[in-house]
């Protein structure tokens, strides 16, 4: 069985950098992609960014473009996410995804990010 486990959230000013980063226990049958997902409070879960290993190709949710940059591993199944310039609407909790060529299959306990203005 896969587990997903991010470390690297905590307390930030607005304009603070902090880093995310996630490694997989173990090897599932199917990984094409990782990626981070969000959810503020009050809110629904929301992609934030993904690499896909293949090319590799990387995408951004655009509230986050130029601001988080992700990497990752496909050797070594880790992914990392860089987030500079932090605003308090970053403010959430950050899940680590891991995915097949169709569907996000296996998700991180997630890690608080709290960005105060």
């Known amino acids: 069985q896969v587990q997903l486990v991010e470390s690297g959230g905590g307390l930030a000013q607005a304009g603070d950098s902090l880093r995310l980063s996630c490694a997989a226990s173990?090897?599932?049958?199917?990984?094409?992609?990782m990626g981070w997902f969000r959810r503020a409070p009050g809110k629904e879960r929301e992609f934030v960014a993904s690499?896909?290993?293949?090319?590799?190709?990387?995408y951004y949710a655009e509230s986050v473009k130029g601001r988080f940059t992700i990497s990752g591993d496909n050797a070594k199944l880790t992914v990392a996410l860089q987030m500079n310039s932090l605003k308090p609407e970053d403010t959430a909790i950050y899940y680590c995804?891991?995915?097949?060529?169709?569907?996000?299959?296996?998700w991180g306990q997630g890690t608080q990010v709290t960005v105060s203005s």
């Open positions: 690499i896909r290993w293949t090319g590799p190709y990387i």
């Open positions: 173990g090897r599932p049958l199917s990984t094409t992609k």
């Open positions: 995804a891991l995915g097949s060529r169709s569907e996000w299959h296996t």
